[in-house]
């Protein structure tokens, strides 16, 4: 599929939940092969997603916040119809997650074939300033996986530090799902205005 236009942003809301699940699956299985088995990757994952994010919007955290970045099919025949809208990309944030470091941008997906077109910076600004408005002060960090050499060279490239570097988790403490012993990398932004700045 091709699109044209400028993405538009919105809030997520629970209907979206079977879009975003199949983003983040596709992310997975496009990043981690290696580190999540193979079963896992090529049979549950779309499952275990969907469950997982149904179940945020069920019960949603106040803190919590998801944008959503999509973009128009090329030749829609009834543009700003509902339908003619696709899912290209989301960012998940959660206030006040940790005491020293703030805002923890939970997830941050962009559709395969639209990264390197600003698409991901953009979400990322939106994040930012969605904690700069409701929380002055906080900062904000994420955790990406030792492994995603292109999403660490991209929060370099965005001023990110790496500050510190943990053993990863099984997806649902299931130790099957996982090969090895994996790291995961907590990047920091200790004031998350400088997010706005960037171009894409």
Request: proline share 8%; with cysteine; charged share 25%.
């Amino acid at each position: 599929m091709t699109f044209e236009g400028e993405p538009r942003f919105r809030t997520a809301a629970p209907d979206d939940a079977p879009a975003i699940a199949a983003l983040h699956a596709d992310s997975w299985r496009r990043h981690y092969r290696g580190m999540f088995s193979d079963a896992f990757l090529d049979g549950e994952v779309a499952a275990y997603l969907l469950r997982r994010w149904t179940a945020r919007f069920a019960a949603p955290d106040p803190r919590a916040r998801t944008v959503l970045a999509e973009l128009r099919a090329r030749g829609s025949t009834s543009p700003g119809a509902a339908g003619d809208w696709t899912l290209v990309g989301m960012a998940h944030t959660v206030l006040d997650d940790d005491p020293d470091w703030g805002a923890l941008l939970d997830n941050l997906h962009v559709a395969y074939g639209l990264k390197r077109q600003g698409v991901g910076t953009r979400l990322m600004g939106l994040a930012a300033r969605t904690v700069l408005a409701a929380r002055p002060g906080s900062g904000l960090y994420l955790w990406v996986f030792e492994q995603n050499a292109g999403a660490r060279a991209f929060y370099d490239a965005r001023g990110g530090t790496c500050v510190e570097s943990v053993d990863v988790q099984p997806p649902g403490d299931d130790p099957s799902r996982l090969n090895g012993r994996p790291k995961g990398l907590r990047y920091a932004w200790p004031d998350p205005a400088k997010l706005l700045s960037v171009r894409p």
